[in-house]
């Protein structure tokens, strides 16, 4: 029986298609400003756009053989969200991201059946979480967090659990690492905060 968070991500996961494309940081900043600062962009412009705006964007850069360009932030004080489509550099700076306190980092590719859960603290990169793979680094900061989260330990869960790969394993890993990512920041991504306009960023390929 699902928990009624994990019904929410499960939820969220299957009826957002672009989400499983997306590299989601979550940071502490002062300002957008800040966080902007932290990223090291050259910032040609700043629209308020939504994520279909992101995606159609990011596309266009992609299917043009560019580098992508943009880059949306929204804003739930203390923490912001970085979405990116066709584009990293939230995790490129996941470290100096970190410096005012926490960011943590899902990047992937629901596409290539692969995700990473990235998480720094004041400055320094503390631990990763893989899907199919060992966990890398401490993760001792964070173990209040980790209760029952079992998807984002074990590697041959699949195995123990008499389940193969494909067998729905890569949706629950992202809905503990979803679930992670609401115990650390304190906010639920959801479709209010995804359907919402926030600042589009474009900047320098």
């Avoid at 412009?45 to 266009?60: F, G, H, I, K, N």
């Avoid at 979405?83 to 700076?93: I, V, W």
């Avoid at 943590?104 to 979480?129: D, N």
């Amino acid at each position: 029986m699902l928990t009624e968070i994990e019904t929410h991500y499960r939820g969220l996961i299957e009826r957002s298609p672009s989400l499983g494309e997306l590299c989601l940081t979550w940071c502490q900043a002062a300002s957008a400003d800040q966080v902007v600062q932290a990223l090291d962009v050259d910032v040609l412009d700043v629209t308020v756009s939504d994520l279909r705006d992101l995606v159609d964007e990011s596309y266009e850069d992609l299917e043009e053989g560019r580098l992508g360009r943009f880059l949306m932030l929204a804003e739930e004080p203390p923490w912001f969200l970085a979405m990116e489509l066709s584009g990293d550099r939230a995790f490129g700076a996941l470290e100096r991201l970190s410096t005012g306190g926490e960011a943590v980092c899902l990047i992937g590719s629901e596409t290539l059946y692969r995700f990473r859960l990235y998480y720094a603290r004041k400055g320094r990169l503390v631990c990763r979480f893989s899907h199919g793979e060992d966990i890398w680094g401490d993760t001792a900061p964070i173990e209040k967090h980790l209760t029952g989260l079992c998807h984002l330990h074990e590697r041959y869960a699949d195995v123990q659990d008499g389940r193969g790969p494909g067998g729905g394993l890569l949706e629950d890993w992202r809905v503990h690492a979803s679930i992670l990512m609401e115990r650390i920041t304190g906010v639920r991504l959801s479709f209010d905060l995804l359907g919402r306009k926030h600042a589009l960023y474009r900047l320098r390929g």
